[in-house]
């Protein structure tokens, strides 16, 4: 269907030019940070860059028995699902309210929420940074999850609000005649219809955290609370200068799951991404 | 396609005089009416805690200087200081320069790239390999250029291979190239944001208009030009404020590969404020370009954002 639509004068040779120029531009730099992850240490900042590397697990094992790599990646792990169970316990509430009920201040609300996207994470930096202190949170995973929940939680209520306009009305309107409460209703009725709304604005909630860097830079001090994304910049300090294979191992290593989840969702991406604006 | 109205279809109140709600008693009914906001209470009350209590926190120190000993009075010290702070206007120039020439490419280039992907077969295989930058963290992006420009030199010995240049780029001494790298890595890892945003966009397009103007003999540049890329316009706004957001914060980038340099030349906003609180431990003053950036956001929001995601009221 799609090949009869190819309008007059359309280049077949320039569409494939293009979108493959702009894959190969996507992908060579990945493949060759890969290389980067698999070669020994040596070969890796040379008077000439070296091409055709030996190849090398030693990152692998570096990142594993110097560094205490697992308990980054359950740092991360606690932190991320710790503030998307928050944002959602928070958002689906919200999101009904929201798309369900006319009542005043409600497009105020709304857009309150919204709002708080477009807040520069730098700008509340120095006071959040003395809140967790004063709270005495700094340096655990728990201020994390708070914050991530904070950062995310405006992208979460927006998308779910958005599949939540899309149920039908008839189907509440019955369970309502039939004597439901609206709480049963939003329970067993308005969740499992937007699940797929539940799980988009998850994994899009789930990806910005783990993708975090300066909050995550400023609450956590010590590898107690360091995740995946910072403790990249962890391993450019002291005498050892920045040890790059290792580096590359650690961003592949909180790339795959990520890669995996998303194109599990790639249908709802785009409505995701631009928290219900457009419809994929 | 663009639905983005918060009163738009199905946010009609729950209709009173449903056989179950001729039931209520007055009590129930007074709770109905509060019920929408004590759905809604518990998330705005959080982000009120972490956006409302900094807010006043930041205004609060704006107004002393805090070194290292206790908090002594300034009045509007801070303020006028970052006046004629030469650093702080650089930093809101740097931060316009780069995001404008960013997000300026990253639009154009994924039009194109939309426009070319969208009728095609494989247009899901396209979607998933442009994603993959996307999908890396982006302190790990920052070291992927920094490695591929400034410390390993690949780029200087490719293109010293081919002939283009004689000797090492000298990137790191450049106000500009720096500047370039920063937008590279922009582009190369967020363009995918808005390919797959204008993708679904076009794709949802009716395709019968096209059709009809290809029947009268419209060309497909004319028939993108004129049918649909106005159509898209609502959507690319929205794509378009969301990135401009994300890159008005720019900071992973900024930390790792240039330190804001050379001379303050790539030092964004973001990173401003970080090496004044963080670095100099001069928060009063940091709190004061905080509160100054807040009041422009929340301009920004209130005039341009709000517009763009609530329009067509009533």
Not at chain 1, 53 to 64: K, V
Not at chain 1, 205 to 224: G, H, V
Not at chain 2, 209 to 222: F, I
């Amino acid at each position: 269907m799609a090949a009869k639509r190819r309008s007059r004068g359309e280049s077949l040779t320039l569409r494939y030019a293009v979108l493959g120029a702009w894959a190969l531009f996507c992908v060579a730099p990945v493949l060759w940070f890969l290389s980067i992850g698999l070669r020994p240490r040596v070969e890796i900042i040379t008077p000439q860059p070296i091409y055709w590397p030996t190849f090398s697990l030693d990152a692998w094992h570096m990142i594993w028995e110097d560094w205490p790599m697992a308990k980054y990646l359950r740092n991360s792990v606690a932190a991320i699902f710790g503030s998307v169970l928050i944002d959602l316990v928070l958002a689906i509430p919200a999101a009904y309210s929201l798309s369900r009920y006319t009542y005043r201040g409600r497009d105020d609300i709304g857009f309150y929420i919204l709002s708080t996207r477009m807040m520069a994470p730098a700008i509340v930096a120095v006071p959040i940074f003395f809140l967790f202190k004063n709270l005495g949170l700094l340096d655990t995973i728990w201020a994390l999850m708070l914050i991530y929940a904070a950062i995310n939680l405006s992208f979460v209520t927006w998308i779910i609000r958005s599949y939540m306009l899309d149920i039908p009305r008839e189907l509440e309107d019955a369970a309502r005649t039939d004597g439901a409460s609206d709480l049963r209703i939003l329970w067993e009725i308005v969740i499992p219809a937007v699940l797929p709304g539940i799980i988009t604005a998850a994994v899009i909630a789930m990806i910005f955290a783990i993708n975090e860097f300066l909050f995550t830079l400023l609450i956590a001090s010590t590898p107690d609370a360091y995740t995946m994304s910072v403790a990249l910049a962890n391993f450019t300090g002291g005498s050892d200068g920045v040890i790059y294979n290792a580096i590359a191992l650690v961003a592949f290593l909180a790339f795959t799951p990520v890669f995996l989840v998303v194109v599990a969702i790639q249908r709802h991406l785009s409505r995701g991404l631009t928290m219900g604006a457009v419809k994929g | 396609m663009i639905r983005a109205s918060l009163s738009g279809a199905g946010a009609t109140s729950v209709a009173p005089g449903l056989s179950a709600g001729r039931q209520f008693k007055r009590r129930n009914k007074r709770l109905k009416a509060w019920f929408p906001y004590l759905l809604v209470a518990p998330a705005v009350i959080y982000l009120l805690l972490i956006t409302l209590y900094p807010g006043i926190y930041a205004a609060t120190q704006s107004f002393y200087a805090i070194k290292f000993g206790p908090w002594r009075p300034v009045g509007f010290q801070n303020y006028i200081n970052l006046w004629n702070d030469y650093q702080f206007w650089g930093a809101l120039r740097n931060t316009f320069i780069i995001g404008s020439i960013s997000l300026a490419l990253q639009c154009a280039i994924a039009l194109a790239l939309a426009f070319f992907a969208y009728r095609d077969p494989w247009v899901q295989g396209w979607r998933i390999v442009f994603l993959i930058p996307m999908l890396f963290m982006p302190s790990a992006v920052a070291f992927i250029y920094k490695l591929f420009f400034l410390d390993a030199r690949v780029i200087s010995d490719i293109l010293i291979r081919l002939g283009l240049i004689d000797s090492i780029l000298a990137i790191q001494s450049s106000t500009w190239l720096s500047r370039g790298l920063l937008i590279l890595a922009d582009v190369w890892q967020w363009t995918p944001f808005l390919f797959i945003i204008f993708v679904a966009a076009l794709q949802s397009q009716d395709q019968e208009v096209e059709e009809a103007a290809r029947l009268d003999g419209a060309s497909w540049p004319a028939i993108f030009f004129n049918i649909s890329l106005p159509l898209m316009k609502p959507v690319i706004i929205v794509a378009l404020i969301l990135r401009a957001i994300d890159i008005t914060t720019m900071f992973a980038n900024v930390f790792i590969v240039t330190k804001g340099g050379p001379a303050f030349g790539t030092e964004t906003i973001s990173y401003f404020i970080y090496r004044t609180g963080f670095k100099f431990f001069n928060f009063g003053y940091a709190s004061a370009a905080s509160v100054v950036m807040l009041i422009l956001t929340i301009l920004v929001a209130q005039l341009v954002v709000k517009r763009a995601f609530v329009p067509a009221r009533g």
